[in-house]
């Protein structure tokens, strides 16, 4: 009972052989078919190949340093090609074309992720090689007040990078839970959710320095220039933090199943109830570490930071009155404008930039268990 | 998407509860459209004296345009290298994560480049200004004696490093890591399903890439590099520190005369800036977010495209 | 010409936990082999096996020969694209490639072989093969068309008229029809009557009717308890498998009393 539709053929005529729908010409779809399965095989390269091809690029760029006076970089390059090639050529005359083109690609890929981890790993290891060597006590307990060439510490940039990005937090969270719950739970498709939506996605987009001009532009007009306050920033990094707090959130929340709120409703739960005490509590593991990253997104911004807080050499833990040091902008100026000695700047410099990237790092691996440990237990 | 109405709150009475809390919700989401609105508005009233300034009180003398045209030069210059640099290497990498490495490798490379992401941008400006320019500097010389011919590279190469290309090249590394998480992450997603239906029909594996992975994570990687993009465009701190300003527009990549980026420009000259001068860089920060305003628009349609149709 | 396949004292393992155990079957040209048994007891495992597919499991081999046209797939050297390309597969679940035309789709596999085909011979070929998948007549005004609009049992078609466009010499099909209607599936059983008069035909079904139906030979594995390795209880004649089976797990099995 097949379901093919029959074209009767004019009636005397037989039906054409090979073309009926029920009988395919086997002898185009065994046209290319190889005789047999030894002829469709092919030789293989050796496993240990990509390990030769490898120490001939070597060999190569090894020679031409010895030799000539090229440019370490230049040899190594010219070391690759070769290996590529001698690798690729190899494969072609023993495996046959594509995997040729496969080794090819294969050889590709690897390259260029050894070129990217270089200067990857180059920055870390900068940062914590050159980081160390202020990375004693009293830069953790010193400010800079009073101090002119060596010595002193961060303290306060500590301190004010802490504040600045707790009160940023305190503003974000609240408002970007519920502008994501309203998103989720009340506006469906209105008007007003598109908008927002497009509106967050634009926020998420915006240049930090421009955050941060919008915060100083904002304190101008209301109380006039040449502010410079704590607060400031944490308006400025609000506005970076809103946007990946919403998405964060309504993520969480679009995965938390309906029928979840529907046995709530049956149960004569209020709505606001229901999403406090049954969506939120189910999505709380990735609310929570999605704030966390958040924070360690903003945590290492300078730009807005620099034009609305500006910089103190002593601590301020008063957000409302004063400029207050943070982490970023200090170590910015440490090495943009080094004093006398310079060693000692560049020194503060880099043991701040370490810091800032313990303090990410820590907040990034701590979402991760965050995320483990707030999810529904299964066991 | 529909929300899942309570019965509770589709009748005339509501309890105080509910109104309170949707009440809170829909304020929040009030708060976004005036923040950005905000935004906008108020970089506009701040900026205003320098649009409406006469041309010969801007700074250099010749009006807004001629002043912010060189910074808008330099940063779609330098965003448009560091893109070409960093997306082919970016997918490299997360196709080599994703379906190149050992397995019981990949989940930590994958952890590793994942972090790199996290790491603050300052951070990539003081590795550019204390060891990559430097290290950059015989690069340089070699261009111009053997490509001098080229306009990129017609030099004199500068005796620092700090260049153009080098602050593209320090944006470019500081943007990998985040395209590259982003397509790992897409490629990892690629059906199963598909890639089985390519190996069965004998591919090699970078025939399977081609026909299942790719088309699957194009619309993602797309995505991924828009966001690389906009980082790049806004980057502030890092173009700050590398790059010695000097000059105009120009595309001699190598020499140190270089134009300032428009982020880089109010970082560097806001500590000193009041009045007229802070209106022409709050007017160069109007600029800057325009233009991301639009690369970002202009990113959402051309995935929502590739996606045929609404998202 | 399709070919027998010889499958000696196969064991199947991942990693070190043995799934299957020392299979020996002889798999007869031009006809269809069924495998069927309970959940789990490793027939799809043993079928992927026959085109090296269980090794994109990391950590799956097999001790033992398959041997195919004087051949043994699992010689020291041979490559796995090779031996699918020898023995194609159709899936569970229908995969079209979701980019490609339906024109691509079919051609997808046989343009990784034959790069410079032209494309008159292309024409043919997708014609040929879209025909003995029974899917010309309703596609051949939109080839163009993206392979993923089709309906399942159509798609199902589509990856069929892929796999045999390939060339290959065996087909093995994996639960081909149990995402698909019964009329879908009507149409594809009647197909593979109809392709096993150039195809070795290797299908895994649940679906008891379904083997008894079009098989020639079947199958039946079973497995003991979870965790041991599943085995190939009985092999026979269709007909005597479900009439006259040897093995009184076979005969549980079929009249079912388990499964």
Redesign the interface.
Known sequence: MAQSTQQGSPAGEPPEPGTSPEKPDFGTLTKFQPASLADSMHDSLPRWAPLAATGLGALVAAALLAVTDL?V??AVIAGTVVAIAAFTIASRAVEGE??A??RF??S???V??V???L??V???W??VS?GLARFDYAFFTQSQAGIIGEGGGAYHAIMGTLIVTGIATIISV???T??A?????????NK??R??TF?????????????G??S???F??LFG??LRIGIMGSIALS?LM?PIV?RAVEEML?IVP?RL??SS?ALGV???????KVVLPTAASGIASGVVIAV??V?????PL??TV?LATSTNLNPFEGRMATL?VF??YQ??FPGIPPQAF?DR??TS?LL??LF??TL??GARVLAKALAPKTR | ????R????TGRRR?P??K???G??????????V??A??GL??L??AFPALTAPAEDIEGGEGLVLYLWPLLFGTLLTAVIAMVVAV???V??A???SH?AP?RLSQGLGYAV???A??????????G????SVSLV??YV?LEDNLGFLPFFAGPASATGRTILTASLVLA?MI??II?ALSREVFLQT?R???????????????M?K??VI??GRSGVISASMLGL?RA?????AV??VLSVSGGVSFNLINSGNPATL?AE??LQ??EA?GLR?ST??AA?LL??LV??V???GA?ALVTRQKGGSL | MSRQIDVSDLDIYYGSFLAVEKVTMEIRPRSITALIGPSGCGKSTFLRSL?R?HE?I?GARVEGKVVLDGQDLYGSGVDP?????SV??V?Q?P??????SIYDNVL??MR??NKRMKKSEADDVVEQALRGANLWKEVNDRLGRPGAGLSGGQQQRL?IA??IA?QPQVLLMDEPCSALDPISTLAIEDLMGKLKEEYTIVIVTHNMQQASRVSDRTGFFNIEGTGKPGKLVEMDATDTIFSNPSVKATEDYVSGRFG
């Not at chain 1, 634009?202 to 955050?211: D, E, L």
């Not at chain 2, 996290?118 to 590795?127: D, E, H, K, L, T």
């Not at chain 3, 995969?95 to 490609?100: C, E, S």
Request: charged share 10%; hydrophobic share 55%.
């Open positions: 440019h970089a230049l594509r995997a083109t496969d690609v294969t590709l890929v690897t260029a992720f070129l990217a981890m200067p990857l180059s920055v870390v900068t940062t050159r609240p408002i970007g519920m502008t719950i309203y998103l989720v739970e009340y506006g469906g498709d007003l959710s908008v927002v509106l967050v996605d634009v926020m998420t987009g915006i240049p930090s320095i421009v955050a001009l919008f100083l532009a904002l101008t007009l220039p040449g506005v809103i919403v679009r309906a709120r529907e409703y209020p709505k606001w109830r229901t999403i406090v360690a997104r945590m290492g911004e300078t730009a620099l034009v500006g970023p170590a910015y090495i943009a560049i410099a880099w930039a800032l990237i990410v790092m990034n691996v | 998407m529909s929300t899942t309570s019965p509770l709150t309890r509860g509910d309170v809390f949707s809170t919700a829909t304020a929040s989401a009030v708060l976004i459209l923040v950005l905000g935004v108020f970089l009233a701040e082919p290497i970016a490299g990498i196709l080599f994560i190149y397995r994942d972090l790199l996290a790491v603050p941008s300052i951070v990539y400006g003081f590795w200004l204390q060891v990559f015989p690069m070699w590394v990998l890591p590259s059906p399903l598909h890639e089985e239906a390519a190996m069965a029909l004998g591919a090699t594996r970078w025939e890439i026909y299942a088309p699957y906009g465009l806004g980057e502030t701190m700050a520190l982020a109010i970082a806001f500590p009041t802070l860089l709050i920060g800057l977010f991301t305003f690369v970002n628009f959402r | 085109n597919m994109v990391p694209v090779a031996v699918r390309r194609g597969m899936f679940n995969n079209p490639f979701p980019t490609m997808a596999g990784l072989n990856c892929r796999a390939v």
